[in-house]
């Protein structure tokens, strides 16, 4: 098929093209008109259902919206107070709206005559929706949507001095690639120290949050939330089991060769004990890799090297900067981290991140940008709901982007040796993310069976599960302060809960389709865009087929595709 990137915001035909979402009395008589419209047959149905979609597609977009700007600046109180009231004031009277209307669908006997397969995980996903709704959790839940953003506020914050200077923590840990190991170490400890400074006052977020969710899961009739979440998320094609599976997997397959990763680094180094602050360094008179100097240099560099790939692919970069949908440089009083928020009305989505410099920085970079031509990919599918894609594919559209485009980081590389360390450090960072992966999973698992848990438990648990998958390579002798609160730099269990294993089996999904790809480039890239072209029409197992893939979490699978990483790896 032929691919464009020209991308059309979607017209409406239901909602009058100047309407902007402010309040509830202005949205209300749309959801009113969309419960109270009678129904007579197929077409009338099938409008309908359009017509509910356009309107999602409408508020969506502007939360997101509220969302992009309150992280872009995290000093304005009147972006949060425009996003709270979005979650406090519409939101919660969206809910029971949108119960009345799935009921609707589910419940009419024109919807037995809708086409089988085209709608199988569209109402699959709506029948959980109604299971999973209770009036009592409406409140709840815009009271969790308010504070799962205090995190990103109380980390916008941190800053360090280095060399009289401030820094984001972001931006500072470019100095623990330096090659003066004194100065890694400060800033190491600089940055530990800061955190330390908040330890509190995330463990009291994150203790609130945790009773809050367990309350919602409690009203929804399930034991705890981590069963609650699971059903939430939709993940129908894997169980808690395939998780703890995992988890022994990365322990009998991964650490290993995490192990000959770090004797390696402590050769190169020339060192005799490797501490944290060692990891990202590099030898003396090698300086650290500067892929790009600023934003706009990371962006050229980036449709430099997507085009090399796919035109298509860096047409859609193109696009976005068009519409000025980048915020990509690292500074103070910007939420942490980074993120691709896709949205629905326009198309093309918004890229955000923090960037400083590093090499991490074009990984990230082109990690969104795989998630970017995902939204691209799906944008004409007929209903928002056909768009709503499984995390565990999302993931893979991300990586298997992070794993092509080593192919041509020219663009960000003029010297081979520099290509050579750029490669070797995004395969090691492919491996040695599964055992974090695996700890978060593992902690929150843990944290949601036992929510009445006391810090000094969850403390005690979390340096358990640590260790279990910690390597013997590294010395942590006397940073037990710092290693305790490692959990509270990790977003994810603040924002957004149990979404961390999905990054893992995206992962292997990723390495299959890198495997394809060092075979076969243009059948991979067909693959990867067909895939990505069916948005969330088919279940989790079908989307991997589509791109040539199983769907497998195994430790034999896992064994295989590591197997495969480390001859790569040697290759270099």
Known sequence: MALSADIKKLARHFVPADFTVTDWENLEPFFKNLVDRPLHNQADLEQWMKD?????????????????????????????EAFTYFCMEIQPKLQPYADLLNKKL?????????????????????????????????????????????????????????????????????????????????????????????????????????????EVAINAGFANYRDYKFVELGRFDYTKEDC?????????????????????????????TLYPWDTEAEPAG????????????????????????????????????????????SRKGKAPGGYNCPLSES???FIFMNAAGQMSDVT????????????????????????????????????????????????????????????????????????????????????????NHSIEERTKTWMEILKEFSTNSIDYTGLDS???????????????PFYYIEYGIAQLGAIGLWMQYQQNPKQALENYINALSLGGTKTLPELYKAAGLKFDLSPNHIKTLMEFTAKEMDKL
Request: with cysteine; aromatic share 10%; hydrophobic share 40%.
């Open 286 to 329: 090698i300086t650290p890799l500067k892929p790009f100097t600023d934003g706009n240099d990371l962006y050229e560099k980036s449709v430099k090297c997507f085009s090399e790939m796919n035109p298509f692919f860096a047409d859609c970069l193109r696009k976005m900067k068009e519409l000025k949908h980048f915020d990509l440089e």
């Open 106 to 214: 589910i419940n009419s006997p024109i919807t037995q005559e809708l086409d089988k397969e085209k709608y199988f995980t569209y109402l699959r996903s709506v029948k959980k929706s109604i299971d999973l709704f209770r009036e009592a959790n409406i409140p709840l839940q815009a009271e969790l949507s308010v504070m799962q953003q205090q995190y990103g506020a109380i980390a916008g914050k941190m800053v360090v001095e280095v060399n009289g200077q401030e820094y984001t923590l972001q931006q500072a840990a470019k100095f623990l690639e330096s090659e003066d190991r004194s100065l890694r170490e400060e800033v190491y400890r600089k940055i530990q120290e800061r955190r330390l400074q908040d330890k509190q006052t995330m463990h009291d977020l994150y203790s609130s949050l945790i009773k809050k969710r367990d």
């Open 347 to 349: 198309g093309a989505p």
């Open 364 to 451: 990230t970079m082109v990690h969104e940008g795989g998630h970017a031509i995902h939204s691209f990919l799906s944008h004409d599918l007929e209903l928002s709901a056909f768009k709503e894609y499984p995390m565990e594919i999302a993931e893979v559209a991300s990586m298997a982007m992070e794993l092509f485009s080593m192919n041509h980081w020219e663009a960000f590389f003029e010297k081979e040796e520099d290509l050579i360390r750029a490669k070797e450090h995004q395969l090691e960072r492919t491996i040695t993310i599964f055992p974090w992966i695996a700890i978060i999973d593992k902690f929150q698992h843990w944290v949601y069976e036992n929510p």
């Open 244 to 272: 703890f599976q995992f988890h022994e997997a990365v322990k009998l397959h991964v650490l290993p060769l995490i192990e000959k990763i770090y004797a390696k680094k402590k050769a190169k180094l020339q060192l005799d």
């Open 52 to 80: 509910m979609s356009e309107i999602e597609a409408v508020v969506s977009e502007d939360a997101c919206w509220r969302q992009i700007k309150m992280t872009c600046d995290t000093t304005d109180a009147s972006l949060e």
């Open 482 to 496: 710092y290693r305790e609160i490692g959990w509270q730099r990790q977003l994810h269990l603040f924002e957004v």
